[in-house]
């Protein structure tokens, strides 16, 4: 009899690991939100990422070619065009146009490169807002006044760029203001993933960044950097930094100090464009794909919804198996 009212209370308890497990694996197949409220499908590789190219307020560089003040061949085409193959669609903010709520909506991703107009301080908080509530944002800001336009933008952020120039003593492309940068120069995470060396042109860092940020990209420490015009050693100083969730948000930021290493330029003259220089592409990708998660382009499931999964399944192998020992001796 007491075998049987055994048996019955731990068939309970397995059936409630049963269904414990059950829903941790249903759970770990669906993706955290984009900050609509929609929760997808791991298995939707088909999703439409949509990219909103910021070209309303006179970008160092675009790719339209038609908004910028540089020239319009050396823009960010190539870039464009690489990410459309990885699967996002881009949409272009049109020069006079004012960054409000209604342009930012359904939009997964807003970059900013090197805008020279600065934003308003509504525009600065829409961007701010509709970041913290799920968007990712790529900021590019660059050496000495070509930041000035996205200095307060950033500074919303919690990162202030440094309005001078890195120059690599050791470690660049026969002129110290175009540093290489290497994995010792590289946090290993998701930026990194299959980057070997970086090649800058012309960049600048932060002095200050936000808390809880990741330092992903960093100069040497030993000396062998300096900045152009104050002439004092740039050692350790951040040039990408990435951060996500910060104060409960749900948003991203990957924010970086540099805008050349991925135009359509060669400026040094070896016929590689800047985008192709070692693994800048690669960088590219990286940091989209990152932006992007948790959509669709990385794969796998989040790791919460694994680990209980995982855990849940271990509980149960434990369960029958002093299950089946307490059955043997009954």
Same mark, same amino acid.
């Given at each position: 009899?007491?075998s049987?009212?055994?048996s019955?209370?731990f !068939?309970?308890?397995l ?6 497990t059950?829903?941790?694996i249903?759970?770990s197949t ?5 900050? *609509?409220?929609m929760y ?12 909103l190219?910021?070209?309303?307020h ?5 790719y ?13 085409e190539?870039?464009? *065009?690489?990410?459309?193959t990885?699967?996002f ?16 909506t359904?939009h997964?991703?807003?970059?900013i490169?090197?805008?020279?107009t600065?934003?308003?301080v509504?525009?600065?908080?829409t ?9 990712s ?26 309005p001078?120039m ?7 492309m !026969? ?11 590289l ?16 960049t600048?860092g ?5 808390p809880?940020?990741?330092r ?27 951060n ?8 991203k930021?990957?924010?970086?100090g ?22 800048n ?11 992007a998660t ?6 796998g ?9 995982f855990f ?5 192998f434990i369960f ?11």
């Amino acid at each position: 009899m007491s075998s049987f009212f055994i048996s019955r209370k731990f !068939g309970k308890i397995l059936a409630f690991f049963i269904v414990i497990t059950f829903f941790g694996i249903f759970f770990s197949t669906l993706q955290i939100s984009n900050g *609509s409220g929609m929760y997808l499908d791991d298995s939707s590789m088909e999703l439409e990422l949509r990219v909103l190219f910021d070209e309303s307020h006179i970008p160092g560089y675009g790719y339209t070619g038609l908004n910028t003040c540089l020239d319009n061949s050396t823009g960010y085409e190539l870039f464009v *065009s690489s990410m459309v193959t990885q699967g996002f669609i881009f949409d272009v903010v049109n020069d006079g146009s004012v960054i409000n709520e209604s342009i930012l909506t359904n939009h997964d991703i807003f970059i900013i490169c090197s805008s020279q107009t600065p934003y308003s301080v509504d525009e600065i908080n829409t961007i701010y807002n509709w970041t913290s509530s799920g968007g990712s944002l790529l900021l590019m800001g660059d050496h000495t006044l070509w930041s000035a336009g996205v200095a307060s933008l950033a500074n919303k952020f919690g990162y202030t760029f440094i309005p001078d120039m890195i120059q690599d003593f050791d470690d660049h492309m !026969g002129t110290p203001f175009w540093p290489v940068f290497d994995r010792s120069n590289l946090l290993n995470e998701e930026f990194s993933f299959n980057v070997q060396q970086l090649a800058m042109y012309g960049t600048s860092g932060f002095a200050t960044v936000a808390p809880g940020s990741d330092r992903v990209l960093f100069t040497d420490n030993d000396n062998t950097t300096k900045w152009t015009n104050s002439l004092e050693y740039a050692n350790n100083v951040p040039i990408i930094c990435k951060n996500s969730y910060w104060n409960n948000s749900a948003g991203k930021i990957a924010i970086l100090g540099e805008t050349n290493l991925w135009t359509n330029e060669d400026p040094d003259n070896n016929g590689i464009l800047n985008y192709n220089e070692y693994d800048n592409s690669q960088l590219a990708i990286n940091i989209m794909n990152w932006l992007a998660t948790p959509y669709t382009i990385s794969g796998g499931l989040p790791l919460e919804g694994a680990y209980l999964s995982f855990f849940m399944i271990f509980c149960l192998f434990i369960f029958i198996e002093r299950f089946s020992k307490i059955s043997r001796k009954k």
